[in-house]
């Protein structure tokens, strides 16, 4: 059975992400719908690409995946199709598909000129565009029929960390807070380790906080699992799942995690310092 994942920043009170999916049961029945989410932050590219980059490896080889993240039709800007990874991802051209695939090559590129003549009406891209798109993919169709090759689209830098040689400082951002208020910045592990080597310790430093310990994960910070309740609300920095530096509150939650916390908002900078 076919998989059809859905991520949009719809959200789940209009009629929006219900069109989307009635559309695709009456091209096909028989195909199988996930929700990525319908949560992402209006026309935020930046959260997309951190949630679906995250997502997407689980689902089998061969998903198509509709990005319907500030896709509002335009005649002006096209709606591509990247295969990618083994899978295809349907989004506006409006650089997001490079944020999620900044570190791999698309095995292919298309512009989809699914409903595009001149004559043609779209009232809504995801399910006048997307929808028929992702369908005739789903029923074994060949990418070339709704879509003519292209060799790039547009591409948006993803922001990187930076390390200050002089000062011996990386000086990164955070880039995402999810459900539970940890904050993602956009320093990983490896460029951690790298710029760090020889160096005998560090600080992590945001706002007027340091921290000077990385735990491996969020348990990880417990010490004596019979007194595990006298670690809630403890603060941490971690290596998330993505290999991400993550600053943390242990068992915290949207109300009194790391972001109320910390008051730290995405853009704002975070600092290690090594001694």
């Known amino acids: 059975m076919s998989i059809i994942t859905l991520t949009s920043d719809f959200g789940n009170l209009d009629y929006r992400?219900?069109?989307?999916?009635?559309?695709i049961l009456s091209l096909n029945s028989k195909v199988n719908i996930v929700?990525?989410?319908?949560?992402?932050?209006?026309?935020?590219?930046?959260?997309?690409?951190?949630?679906?980059r995250n997502a997407?490896?689980?689902?089998?080889?061969?998903?198509?995946?509709?990005?319907?993240v500030d896709s509002f039709?335009?005649?002006?800007?096209?709606n591509i199709l990247y295969k990618a990874d083994g899978s295809y991802f349907l989004a506006a051209d409006n650089g997001l598909l490079s944020l999620i695939?900044?570190?791999?090559?698309p095995e292919a590129i298309y512009e989809i000129t699914l409903n595009n003549r001149f004559d043609d009406v779209v009232n809504f891209t995801s399910t006048d565009v997307f929808v028929p798109a992702a369908v005739?993919?789903?029923?074994?169709?060949?990418?070339?029929?709704i879509g003519r090759k292209i060799d790039s689209a547009k591409e948006l830098l993803f922001p990187k960390p930076v390390f200050n040689e002089s000062e011996k400082m990386i000086i990164g951002e955070v880039t995402y807070i999810d459900n539970f208020g940890?904050?993602?910045?956009n320093i990983s592990k490896d460029f951690f380790e790298s710029t760090g080597k020889g160096n005998e310790g560090f600080t992590i430093k945001f706002r007027n906080l340091t921290l000077s310990r990385v735990y491996s994960s969020h348990t990880e910070v417990v010490s004596d699992w019979e007194r595990e309740t006298e670690?809630?609300?403890?603060?941490?920095?971690?290596?998330?799942?993505?290999?991400?530096?993550?600053?943390?509150?242990?068992?915290?939650s949207k109300k009194n995690g790391a972001k109320s916390l910390f008051g730290l908002n995405v853009g704002e900078n975070i600092y290690v310092e090594f001694v």
Request: net charge positive; hydrophobic share 40%.
């Open 136 to 145: 005739h993919l789903a029923n074994g169709g060949l990418p070339e029929v």
């Open 35 to 52: 929700d990525i989410t319908h949560d992402i932050q209006a026309f935020n590219l930046i959260q997309t690409s951190y949630i679906v």
């Open 231 to 252: 670690f809630h609300g403890q603060s941490a920095a971690i290596f998330n799942d993505s290999q991400l530096l993550e600053l943390t509150i242990y068992k915290g």
């Open 101 to 105: 695939f900044f570190d791999i090559k």
């Open 56 to 68: 997407y490896k689980y689902f089998p080889k061969g998903t198509i995946h509709i990005l319907s």
């Open 73 to 78: 039709y335009n005649r002006s800007r096209k």
């Open 17 to 23: 992400v219900a069109a989307v999916k009635g559309k």
């Open 182 to 185: 940890n904050i993602i910045s």
